[in-house]
């Protein structure tokens, strides 16, 4: 049976998460400043030039440039539909059997996360909130955010998390993932690797693991960034 989608989020300003919403007949809610993101998207012209031009200016990726061209017909008439409900910090909607308590949180991804907490299931939708992003072609997580984000997400009770691009996670396997990115991100006070690595394995008596490796990669080029900044 095929059930219509009566609301949809966006849980943030990332081309990949929202250009896809004018597929929907539904109510598009989006937190103030992803609203922002999409005012300056509903600018935009789709025309194989308009796009180069946005390509050259950084507006717009390459790769996101070559999607668009295949997957929207008719990109001469595109235009990105405006979000109907737009909210400040949270907003709790009432489905008739099943309260969701929607939230903004600002997450090593990007600035503008939404996250959304389904109390009666003690789920929680993260979307990419709690994943590293590029800057600069340096993927890195944004270590001075790190903790405020974890201390967001871990007030709800929640037992199950779906994240953007994985399958859903219990509480065990979230925690660990918190426990690999704070003795990873503890560890690294500098731009260099091999300090960041020895630094690891002095407080935790250890070599890192394969997980804990790339976050701590990742935590040496945002200090790297900082450095530049």
């Known amino acids: 049976m095929y059930l219509q989608v009566k609301y949809l989020i966006i849980t943030h300003g990332h ?14 809610i989006v937190n103030k400043r992803t609203n922002q993101i999409l005012n300056d998207w509903q600018s935009y012209s789709f025309d194989d030039r308009s796009l ?9 990726s390459g790769k996101c440039m ?6 929207i017909p008719m990109r001469d008439s595109f235009k990105l539909k405006p979000a109907d409900i737009i909210f400040e910090d ?4 009432d489905l008739g059997n099943k309260i969701c308590i929607i939230e903004t949180i600002i997450g090593t991804h990007s600035e503008d996360s939404t996250i959304i907490y389904v109390p009666d299931d003690k789920v929680l939708f993260l979307g990419d909130s709690a994943y590293g992003t ?18 967001d997400i871990q007030k709800y009770d929640a037992h199950f998390f779906i994240l953007g691009h994985e399958s859903m996670c219990d509480l065990e396997e979230m925690n660990l993932y918190w426990k690999e990115l704070i003795s990873s ?7 260099s690797l091999e300090i960041a690595m020895k630094c690891f394995e002095s407080k935790n008596n250890r070599i890192p693991n394969s997980n804990e490796q790339f976050f701590i990669k990742a ?3 945002d200090q790297i960034l900082k450095s530049r900044a």
């Open 66 to 71: 070559e999607i668009i061209k295949t997957e």
């Open 52 to 60: 180069q031009n946005y390509v050259d200016s950084s507006k717009m």
């Open 185 to 191: 991100s503890d560890a690294t006070d500098s731009t």
């Open 134 to 151: 590029t800057t600069d072609s340096l993927f890195h997580y944004k270590q001075s955010l790190l903790m405020p984000m974890i201390k």
């Open 90 to 93: 949270s907003l709790t909607i």
């Open 15 to 28: 081309w990949d998460h929202f250009l896809g919403l004018n597929e929907f007949e539904a109510t598009i």
């Open 219 to 221: 935590f040496v080029n």
